[in-house]
C-alpha cells in the first residue's frame, strides 16, 4: 500500500503565498520523482512542477519564478512553494509520485487525494 498525504491548500489574496507539502508512505522502495499537477474546474489536469532525482526540477511557464519546488529525500516528502499567487492558480492541487514498491518490478504512477487553492480578495 502506497499513500501520498497532502496539506497545505486554503484561501489566499492575490499577491500572496501558499506551501504545500506531500509525504509518501507505505512499501516504497525508490521514488524516481515527486511533482504536482492541478485541475481547474472546467480544465483538464496540468503539470505545474516536478522534481527528477538527478536532473533540475521542471515548471509549467505559467508559474516560473514564482513557484518552487523542492525533494526532502530522507522523509519521501515534497513541497511547492507558491509566491506572487494569481486568481488564474485557483484549482485543486495534486501530488504524483513516480515509484516502485518492494518486490515491485516496475514503476509506476501514484496521487494524493487533491488540495485546493483558491486565490480571490
Known amino acids: 500500500q502506497v499513500q501520498l498525504l497532502e496539506s497545505g491548500g486554503g484561501l489566499v489574496q492575490p499577491g500572496g503565498s501558499l506551501r504545500l507539502s506531500c509525504a509518501a508512505s507505505?512499501?516504497?522502495?525508490?521514488?524516481?520523482?515527486m511533482g504536482w499537477y492541478r485541475q481547474a474546474p472546467g480544465k483538464e489536469r496540468e503539470l505545474v512542477a516536478t522534481a527528477t532525482s538527478g536532473s533540475s526540477p521542471d515548471y509549467a511557464d505559467s508559474v516560473k519564478g514564482r513557484f518552487t519546488i523542492a525533494r526532502d529525500y530522507s522523509k519521501n516528502t515534497v513541497y511547492l512553494q507558491m509566491n506572487s499567487l494569481k486568481p488564474e492558480d485557483t484549482a485543486v492541487y495534486y501530488c504524483n509520485a513516480h515509484l516502485k514498491r518492494f518486490a515491485w518490478r516496475d514503476y509506476g504512477d501514484y496521487w494524493g487525494q487533491g488540495t485546493q487553492v483558491t486565490v480571490s480578495s
Open positions: 507505505g512499501t516504497i522502495s525508490s521514488i524516481a520523482a
